[in-house]
């Protein structure tokens, strides 16, 4: 089944920028929402921003509206996550995830990624 690995994580400062990529192996995102999800220690996972499957709807958390940005590029199996204007609180571990349905609740996603940090330092 489909297997997908994140990317592009690191560490920025206050007001910098950061791309996440999340590609996909044995498999196609085609026909599948997307979503990123992120998770600070102690916390629970919580959905960032999804994207149906064919790119024309888009979901965002009120706490990265306007900074952040859901793609996808299904010919290359890849989609992405454009944040600018990072913010100490956006620290967290940031996870893909595909799903047959439009929705924020990670238990509906069926295949993840295994994360990557983002540590956003003043």
């Known amino acids: 089944q489909v297997q997908l690995v994140e990317s592009g994580g690191g560490l920025v400062q206050v007001g910098g920028s950061l791309r996440l990529s999340c590609s996909a192996s044995?498999?196609?995102?085609?026909?599948?929402?997307l979503g990123w999800f992120r998770q600070a220690p102690g916390a629970e996972r919580e959905c960032v921003a999804a994207?149906?499957?064919?790119?024309?709807?888009?979901f965002y958390a009120d706490s990265v509206r306007g900074r952040f940005t859901i793609s996808r590029d299904d010919a290359n199996n890849t989609m992405y996550l454009q944040m600018n204007s990072l913010k100490p609180g956006d620290t967290a571990v940031y996870y893909c995830?595909?799903?047959?349905?439009?929705?924020?609740?990670?238990?509906?996603?069926?295949?993840w990624g295994q994360g990557t940090q983002v540590t956003v330092s003043s």
């Open positions: 995830a595909q799903g047959r349905y439009f929705v924020v609740a990670a238990s509906l996603y069926d295949a």
């Open positions: 044995g498999g196609t995102f085609s026909s599948y929402a």
């Open positions: 994207i149906n499957w064919s790119g024309g709807s888009t």
